[in-house]
């Protein structure tokens, strides 16, 4: 079979000495987090739920601070809610609680997926220039004359012309398309991305200490020299153990793919995750919009939002997994024409290959 394997121990040998003591306070800390959880889950007395409640917010800023506190001696991993100005960071707080609410429903959660994606497209590019281009829209207003704006925007060009976006499938899917969509407005030529895709998947039957991650080329759509020297972007909603991400890059360097950049776009990474990314690979940066301190035994984030994809894209029958066009079937009208331009390089990258 035609797959490439990466598993745990692999992952874990990237990680410093110092990111395992790190890795392991933090997890120490969620710990203890999870018994207030207990406590306010089982308590039938308003002043012991308060007080638990107090304990953890306390718990949660320690485990903030020093998440921050690692952030700043690593440059690569650029979390929005860290190096944003405080007066924005009510947004990302506000949007990340919607989406890990169980009762936010699929529609309400792509919407929030969309402006997530959004604001981490301004967090990588938007504020690194100083130049701008114009542009100049025809408007519905014809009386008395036919009426044009001028809107000034980042000028991004160079920044853009050299992007491919790089898909790891499923939950990866809508995110890659937004992020695309984003590039292909603010690009004066209306640049509009090739598209790789990537067909991996980690055995979720194993522990998050004996995890696999297979990439099944047989069922990807990618040119290994269409990749050679471009700017690899990568977005998926979460990153809980950076497994996906390290395979397909390591797959690529392996068969003599040099990116000239990487940069990997999340809603929610994981401490770990994002540790073990920057480490795996030198030329990345990680632009997340929140992280998480912990994961569980079966390597998902705590506190998390669940299974991204399935809140995205709807389960899948077991024995009859989508496609990457049947995915995009079912997104629907809103999606479709929103999106009109991706899907039609992707649906080419399938059918062309």
Same mark, same amino acid.
């Given at each position: ?45 308003? #002043?012991?739920?308060?007080? $638990? ?6 718990? %949660?800023?320690?485990? !903030? ?20 100005? #405080?007066?924005?960071?009510?947004? *990302? @707080? ?19 997926? #969309? ?9 990588? %590019? ?21 009426? %044009? ?21 499923? !939950? ?6 937004? =992020? ?31 995890? $696999? %991650? ?10 290994? $020299? ?16 950076? !497994? ?23 809603? =929610?990474? *994981?401490?770990?995750? @994002? ?10 940066? =990680? ?10 035994? @079966? ?14 894209? !709807? ?39």
């Amino acid at each position: 079979m035609n797959k490439v394997i990466l598993k745990a121990q692999d992952l874990d040998g990237y990680l410093t000495q110092e990111d395992n003591k790190r890795i392991a306070t933090m997890d120490a800390l969620y710990r203890e987090a999870m018994v207030s959880f207990n406590i306010l889950n089982t308590s039938k007395s308003k #002043q012991e739920a308060k007080k $638990e409640e107090s304990r953890l917010i306390d718990l %949660y800023n320690q485990m !903030g601070s020093f998440m921050q506190d690692i952030c700043k001696s690593e440059p690569r991993i650029q979390v929005y809610s860290f190096v944003s100005p #405080q007066e924005n960071h009510g947004e *990302a @707080s506000r949007l990340i609680a919607k989406l890990r609410d169980i009762n936010t429903g699929r529609n309400e959660f792509v919407y929030y997926i #969309q402006r997530a994606f959004e604001m981490l497209f301004n967090l990588a %590019y938007s504020a690194k220039t100083s130049q701008k281009n114009y542009l100049i829209v025809k408007t519905p207003v014809t009386v008395p004359v036919q009426n %044009y704006a001028v809107h000034k925007i980042p000028n991004l060009d160079d920044q853009l012309s050299n992007t491919v976006m790089c898909v790891m499938l499923r !939950g990866a899917l809508l995110p890659s398309m937004i =992020i695309s969509k984003e590039i292909q407005e603010y690009s004066s030529t209306g640049y509009l991305t090739p598209f790789a895709l990537f067909k991996i998947k980690r055995d979720d039957t194993k522990s998050e200490d004996t995890m $696999e %991650y297979v990439l099944d080329l047989e069922r990807s759509y990618f040119n290994l $020299e269409d990749l050679d020297g471009k700017d690899l972007l990568f977005a998926d909603p979460m990153n809980a153990t950076g !497994g996906s991400l390290v395979t397909i890059v390591k797959f690529l360097q392996n068969n003599g793919v040099k990116p000239k950049s990487i940069k990997f776009f999340n809603v =929610i990474s *994981a401490l770990k995750g @994002s540790l073990r990314v920057v480490r795996a690979v030198e030329n990345i940066t =990680i632009y997340t919009l929140w992280m998480d301190p912990s994961l569980n035994e @079966s390597a998902y984030i705590m506190p998390g939002l669940g299974d991204a994809g399935d809140r995205i894209n !709807g389960k899948d029958e077991d024995e009859h997994p989508r496609d990457m066009l049947r995915l995009v079937a079912d997104y629907g009208t809103n999606i479709t024409g929103l999106y009109r331009s991706q899907i039609r390089v992707i649906e080419e990258t399938v059918l062309h290959r």
